[in-house]
């Protein structure tokens, strides 16, 4: 994706919108209009799937290479070998789980490693790994030898996170997804214009900067107050829609807002695909709703009293805007996340009811300000939506009570090849292990 089509991207979005959605009410519908072809499934192709497990890695107890840690990072190899970076180290498996070699060793020193962040392996098997610590990404060849390593400009910002953080194209070209500095509570408003992903080179240097496109931030505004400067600036709000994107390696762009249940994939050559579904807004309850409301409340409250002190201490240049204690949705996010696989699937975690439990008095001792009941809006164990690359509702993958995911970007993000998953799933104990599942389909009638 270079600049002209980067352009183009914003211009047919743009037109994609002013379509009216009330036509394509008909069930499994498409219709193109320009470059942009919208697509509504009613219902799924194939129903609901299942996933088989085929092999793992993990031990309760053993040699080190087997013990994995709270977040094991991994990525996979055109041959079905798999790299694990745990502890520190960098190590990798053959398509069995078998433990192979170790790349790379916690350091700071050239072929060392020390917080990464993401990983990635090309197609001519070289593996790519973000390291956000040595603020660098580092190269090796799969036997071990250090290819290259490109530092990383301070004044780029903070490098992204997750399974999008670090990835090579089809044509061998290293992409880095970006969260530069910025100010201010609203950090998806639209003088802010925030870019994506850019191409990595050599001498610190990133070009062909994607940009997230306006339809995106449409209703997905809101951003964490107190966070929106810092190191966790991109912890959303977990009861407000927020934008959500993922590239792949063919440098499409797959976007949207989790207001709605619908998703647009930009392709490098312009074209648009609108991906939508049926679906139900799932509503809180008032117990819910003043749940979360307090904690809008409390979180304006923390931010006037950090403004209060900074000022104090002479930092007033650091003093950020206190945005209104808004009226809060009721309808829970439609969707928590979404990948794109190198298949052209988009798969997605719809949002569900999640999970609520009571409070234990130990815990309200311990933090006065706790109330008697928390909710989570998620749960691992929601499945995934799956769509064809021509935008089609292909149907539901359910997911095992062990599954490990977490809403936001991070360092537990399954990877997707055709109907085979790796992820990493909690068992007893706490103890970790990367499964590889293969998804079957149910049969056609």
């Not at 609520?356 to 933090?367: D, N, Y």
């Amino acid at each position: 994706m270079r600049g002209a089509a980067i352009v183009l991207l914003t211009s047919v979005v743009a037109a994609a919108c002013a379509q009216d959605r009330s036509d394509m009410s008909r069930p499994g519908s498409s219709r193109q209009l320009g470059d942009t072809t919208f697509v509504f499934s009613s219902a799924p192709l194939r129903g609901t799937a299942s996933l088989r497990e085929v092999s793992r890695i993990g031990m309760i107890e053993g040699p080190p290479e087997y013990l994995l840690g709270m977040f094991p990072t991994f990525t996979m190899g055109p041959d079905g070998s798999f790299v694990v970076a745990d502890g520190g180290n960098v190590r990798l498996y053959d398509r069995g789980g078998t433990y192979v070699r170790t790349i790379a060793r916690q350091g700071q020193g050239p072929g060392e490693v020390r917080a990464l962040t993401g990983m990635d392996v090309s197609l001519d098997e070289l593996l790519a790994v973000l390291d956000l610590g040595n603020r660098r990404v580092s190269v090796f060849s799969l036997d071990g030898n250090l290819v290259r390593e490109i530092r990383l400009d301070p004044a780029a910002g903070r490098p992204g996170y997750g399974r999008d953080a670090i990835r090579w194209d089809d044509a061998g070209e290293l992409w880095i997804a970006l969260n530069p500095p910025r100010t201010g509570a609203d950090t998806l408003g639209r003088e802010q214009r925030r870019p994506l992903f850019g191409r990595l080179v050599d001498h610190e240097l990133v070009t062909d900067t994607v940009f997230l496109p306006t339809r995106a931030r449409e209703g997905c505004e809101r951003r964490l107050p107190i966070f929106s400067g810092g190191f966790m600036e991109d912890n959303r709000l977990r009861h407000m829609p927020f934008a959500q994107w993922s590239r792949s390696r063919t440098g499409s762009l797959a976007f949207g807002c989790s207001a709605s249940y619908a998703m647009d994939v930009v392709r490098p050559d312009g074209g648009v695909t609108r991906i939508s579904r049926e679906w139900e807004p799932s509503v809180r309850t008032d117990e819910e709703h003043e749940y979360w409301s307090a904690g809008e409340r409390m979180a304006a409250s923390q931010l006037r009293s950090l403004n209060q002190t900074l000022a104090g201490t002479g930092r007033g240049d650091l003093v950020r805007p206190i945005p209104p204690v808004s009226v809060l949705p009721r309808d829970r996010p439609a969707f928590l996340r979404l990948w794109q696989a190198d298949d052209g699937r988009l798969w997605v975690w719809p949002g569900a009811t999640g999970s609520s439990r009571a409070t234990t008095e130990e815990e309200r001792r311990r933090q006065p300000g706790l109330q008697r009941r928390i909710w989570d809006y998620w749960s691992p164990t929601d499945g995934f939506d799956v769509f064809d690359a021509d935008g089609r509702w292909i149907g539901h993958v359910d997911t095992p009570e062990s599954w490990d995911a977490d809403p936001y970007p991070g360092n537990i993000d399954p990877y997707i090849k055709g109907d085979t998953i790796w992820a990493v799933v909690k068992e007893e104990f706490d103890v970790r292990y990367i499964v590889r599942f293969e998804v079957e389909w149910p049969s056609p009638d």
